[in-house]
């Protein structure tokens, strides 16, 4: 038992930073092809939360599902798998997400469910779509990554994650906000990956999708008082 106390978290982490991001540019030289789709599915995504259109969250959960299929096929069923053993398991992680997603949009397309009313959710949400495109690799960029080293958004983990947070913050439907277990495991494990090597890249994520679970029990509550007291005004 002694032995086990021993350990740090840098003993559990088998590849270095330089690595990491080695492998990154080969993915990115290999897959570059994508980038287009990428770049459609969120044109059409950004279009129709614009329009505040009905159909934006399960495109956009849709969008979500086929970005998370890639990263458990491609990033961790291939390229990471090389450098970690517990790629397989993460790859679970995002395949059982691409599940969930793309039920998740069935169920949305045929409900009528539409966009947060609570300002905080819709800021937050679009603070984090926009943290996912831009902020993440500027981040990156810290942390050592050379341009070429820059994993394409919808191909790295930690964004799609921040994203996906993102569209559920912007989602009126709380059942629908269950999902954000997902994001935080991810970040629960990316920090224990990330903080030994001082990637502030996957340190972010976990802080992030907490503050998204508290703005979502505080949307709640404000919900329940204001039906409350629109109920039970006194008259």
């Given at each position: ?36 789709l ?15 259109s ?34 397989v ?24 469910s539409?966009?947060?009313d ?11 779509a ?10 990156g960029?810290?942390?050592g ?28 439907n ?18 224990i ?16 999708v ?19 007291l ?6």
């Amino acid at each position: 038992m002694g032995d086990l106390f021993s350990y740090s978290l840098s003993d559990f982490v088998v590849y270095s930073a330089p690595t990491l991001f080695a492998m990154t540019e080969d993915m990115n030289r290999a897959l570059y092809p994508l980038l287009i789709l990428l770049a459609v599915l969120f044109a059409v995504m950004a279009w129709l939360g614009w329009r505040k259109s009905r159909h934006f969250i399960p495109v956009a959960l849709f969008g979500h599902a086929l970005m998370c299929c890639l990263v458990a096929w491609l990033y961790f069923g291939d390229y990471y798998a090389s450098l970690d053993w517990a790629a397989v398991y993460y790859s679970r992680l995002f395949y059982a997400l691409t599940v969930l997603l793309a039920i998740s949009a069935l169920w949305q397309w045929r409900s009528r469910s539409g966009l947060s009313d609570f300002r905080p959710s819709l800021l937050l949400g679009v603070v984090y779509a926009l943290t996912a495109l831009f902020i993440l690799p500027i981040l990156g960029w810290y942390d050592g990554r050379s341009l070429t080293e820059t994993a394409l958004p919808g191909l790295t983990p930690h964004a799609i994650m921040l994203s996906l947070t993102g569209v559920l913050l912007l989602s009126d439907n709380y059942l629908l906000k269950m999902l954000l277990l997902g994001p935080l495991i991810w970040g629960g494990v990316t920090l224990i990956s990330s903080w030994p090597l001082g990637l502030l890249q996957g340190q972010v994520v976990l802080p992030l999708v907490i503050l998204a679970i508290i703005t979502t029990i505080v949307s709640r509550i404000a919900y329940k008082s204001h039906r409350a007291l629109r109920i039970y005004r006194p008259r």
